[in-house]
């Protein structure tokens, strides 16, 4: 985990943590010409509005102010400014706009991880911290999990964000197993051998890619154990103390599908995928067992029966809610 | 950061929103830079009012002060704005004359007395004397001459002052330093020009400290105000010690102090060919000429023949006329904040090292040294 110690200027009141989208100028920003406040752009660094802008500093004392004044009124504010260098402008600056204001010591700190992709961060108790961000999709197989997670990906990876696309089962060994192996499998063999699976996807490249502050998609996750082998009769609760160690998603997205519309879709679909599990009874049940994890709150409910672009519409609306980032931007690029 | 009752009563809001306002940010500014409390201040001079410079977030944020109901509760002068008279007929548009005029006229509802860039012309300050200035030609005047004391503001932050009549204690305001890391030598200047070119090398050979000048004792005050305002554009000082000028110089301690001559030899190469501008606009008063300064001029010139000349002196300067034996006297104006591409001039020929190098960069075009009696000689008609 990337932690980079900060100290506060001025917070005026504003309760950390403060988290959101980095963005990062190793320039001294001269706020007349290199800032747009009428639309919130930063000359070749970018948007600044609700971000984390990290600046050496700004120049050209007399303009800077009023410059970074009109931005909030313009509703362009950044959620918070870090600075290397601060004089009694920028500090001027800050406070008649009403934005938090930090000071690095090390701006290279900041600029390394965020060169490697690191963009998620907050800021609390005198460090700026890069997060990693887990997002699970979930759902019944013809949900449309893999497209959505795919998507999702690569407007991340437009809009300049370190993200990786991965899914379960994981491991080869795991998948020959469940379809041409000779073990009895048992309910709870089963699922052990998913989590087994899970566990080693997460050290391998889970982990690693949170470390350095990546976004990384699952394409299943904890959930997809715990409603498939808990259609099947294994105790919920266990299936749930199996997953002590893993970490929960910082976002999982539950893609709901009446299973009988699900089978359809899937049957146009030419991967023979394990089938073992595809009976509507028990996909029946499972969806049951996802539903109950919506009410508790752990997952947020998506209508993956709609289409697949208003699937998509509504999950980058929650990862731009729950990140505090903006993606409308590079998806409406990357059309 | 200390504050006084009467501070805390301001800050929370009992003088109004406006003093609220500017108390928030002059305190969270004075803690910042680690100042333990604020000093009230006599005089306010805010830079950063030229429209060109500080465009429409500026404009924006005086008009909401001064609607807020913000007046000065102190002696407040402002530097000069754009200027708004025509170029060889050519005048600016319309729009950036009215959102000039604006601003101006914001600051004088707020209480502003004047518009110049030597506010000590306006009200000479006293030694000793506790001051909020903003443009760094006059804060290097009011702390290196007057022996006055003033922060180097930033625009805004003189703005507020104001109206609070208050700044941080910053370490203008603790009197002279113990000592200097430079002592700079300078051989006799012959004109005022001369002196600012010295201003400039001198400013970028001691950027990273406070310096002791040596050669500008006895020297007139032009050469003085030339020096300064050229100095403060590469160092960014509050002060120059100035011996034999600036009271109490020989108090300072020169022990470890680095020493630089600057000579004569070095200045040439800031004097242009003048042949390379061919319909040059003249301009003399950066920073603004004094009373007498002007009468020797105006003196010196028979009637412009060739060219145009500019003269910018502050607003009010009295017994000026708007144009004097072809003279364009400038009040409250500034050539070098003034876009001056836009009018259709083609060079600037001056006798300022300050404007020669700031007219570049913001008033777009080229710009060219040469000694006053040069520009004086070469405007007027002959026979």
Redesign the interface.
Known sequence: MVEVRITP??KDGTSEPICGEVIVSEALISP?GDLD?ERGYLRNVGWVANKIVVIKGFTG???????V??LV?SGNSPKALVVET????T??S???AGIP?YKVDNLSAIVEPFRRGARIACIESGTLKFKGVLIAIEGLDGAGKTSIARTLHEVLLNCGFRSIYTYEPYSNAIREIFEFGTLKLTPEVEALLMVADRYSHYVEIVKPELDAGGIVILDRYMYSTIAYQGSIGVDLEWLESLHRYLPKPDICIYLDIDPELGLRRKAGSERPKLKYFETIERLKRAREIYLDLVSKGKMVLVDASQDLHLVLGRVLEIVEERLGIDLRRCYSELQ | MYLTRVEERMLLGDYGEAVAKAM??IV??GE??GAERLIEVTHAHV??ISYF??????L??IEDLARLGARFSIFTTANPYAVLVDYSGRSLASEIVGKQLRIASALRTMGSRAFTCTPYYVRTPKPGEHLAW?ESSAVLYANSVIGAMT?R?????SL?AGIAGRTYLGDAHRGLPEEVEYIIEIEKPSDPSEAGVYGLIAGRVASAGIALVRGLTSMAEPYVKEFLAAYAIYSPTHIAILEGVTPGYSRVSLARAERIQIGRSELEEFYGNLDSCESPLYLIGCPHLSLEELEQVISAVDSVGRGELWVTVGDPMPQTGWLKRGVKVISGGCAVTTKLDILGVDCVVTDSAKALIYIPRLAGVKAYLTRRSEILRRVTKRG
């Open positions: 200027v001025f007349l406040p004392s007399t303009v800077g102010p009023y410059v004044y009109s009124k601060v004089d009694a402008s500090v001027a800050a406070v008649l204001l | 928030k940010v969270k500014v910042a830079l830079s950063g410079n500080i465009g429409d977030p500026g924006e944020f903003a922060n503001e930033p625009g805004v932050l507020l």
